[in-house]
Nanobody, 126 residues
């Protein structure tokens, strides 16, 4: 069982940066692929970034590639999302997700993730 808890959201001006963190309890964290999603009001949940168990493999959606960076620290059971050059359209609730995985597998669909955090609000003002 893995229980993610996000933190680090807030209000930032366009062009600014935020760093989201997700601490996940449970002994199997290092066996999990991890991801960040977001959901804006009236929109579907959107995949942003994923990272493999080892951290060696990452993948980003086109909407955040080059601006956001996902990283993990298995010793601290933590995954981060560094967000730079934020835009008003980045405003959403951001979710951390986890699932058990094998090898260097990564996953892009929300339905592939079993464990979810409660979300943290990110608001980017223009």
């Amino acid at each position: 069982q893995v229980q993610p808890v996000e933190s680090g959201g807030g209000l930032v001006q366009a062009g600014g940066s935020l760093r989201l963190s997700c601490v996940a309890s449970g002994r199997t964290f290092s066996n999990c692929a991890l991801a960040w999603f977001r959901q804006a009001p009236g929109k579907e949940r959107e995949f942003l970034a994923t990272i493999s168990r080892s951290g060696l493999t990452t993948y980003y959606s086109d909407s955040v590639k080059g601006r956001f960076t996902i990283s993990r620290d298995n010793a601290e059971n933590t995954v981060h999302l560094q967000m730079n050059s934020l835009k008003p359209e980045d405003t959403a609730v951001y979710y951390c997700a986890a699932r058990l995985s094998s090898g260097g597998s990564i996953y892009f669909q929300s339905r592939e993730y079993a464990y979810w955090g409660q979300g943290t609000q990110v608001t980017v003002s223009s």
